[in-house]
């Protein structure tokens, strides 16, 4: 079965300047070629959709590829250990040529008069995944004594006091009425 994501595109490269919509949708690791992550890492299941919407634009040595690539990821709350799962849409602007040029490491290759959107799709969508994810920007997290979630109940857990600080505990500033009129 052909992959939705390899698109011939021997028509476009002949026809200088012109340009193709496309729009595709398949598993996001259909050849089973990435390992899953760790449970504390941010990752993309095989089978979650893959969608891609990018218009392709001939030029002369090659293509541009540009529009959004999109799938859902899951990982685990920084702060309070919950289950985060959410979808990078990721903007593109990408080029494919027939051959790399001395340091154009960044494009990728026309192969056979067909370019695959695969690695592309995948590329923008792994450097996208939160390092750290959040549940939601104010996460109140997880208490570091008792353990409880603090955006589900509060708890009255104090810190042990450090006794190389403790004698600040005892310090008080006496606050003395400012004088405007001296000028520094």
């Not at 939705?4 to 012109?18: G, I, K, M, Q």
């Not at 095989?46 to 690539?69: C, E, M, T, Y």
């Not at 799962?85 to 790399?100: F, P, Q, T, W």
Request: hydrophobic share 40%; with cysteine.
């Amino acid at each position: 079965m052909a992959s939705p994501f390899l698109v011939p595109v021997a028509l476009l490269l002949r026809d200088v300047p012109s340009s193709i919509d496309i729009s595709a949708e398949a598993p996001f690791d259909e050849k089973k070629e990435f390992l899953p992550r760790g449970r504390a890492e941010s990752d993309v299941n095989s089978d979650a959709p893959l969608k891609i919407n990018v218009k392709l634009q001939s030029f002369s040595g090659g293509l541009h590829v540009r529009g959004s690539v999109e799938a859902p990821w899951h990982g685990i709350c920084r702060r309070c250990s919950i289950e985060v799962l959410a979808v990078s849409k990721v903007e593109v602007s990408e080029r494919y040529v027939d051959e790399r040029a001395p340091g154009d490491e960044d494009a990728y290759l026309i192969e056979n008069d067909f370019i695959d959107l695969a690695p592309m799709a995948h590329d923008a969508i792994f450097l996208d995944l939160p390092l750290a994810p959040l549940c939601k920007e104010d996460c109140k997290g997880l208490c570091p004594y008792c353990g409880i979630d603090r955006n589900e109940a509060t708890c009255e857990c104090q810190g042990p006091v450090d006794p190389r600080w403790a004698t600040l505990d005892n310090l008080r500033f006496i606050d003395f009425p400012s004088d405007e009129s001296k000028e520094n």
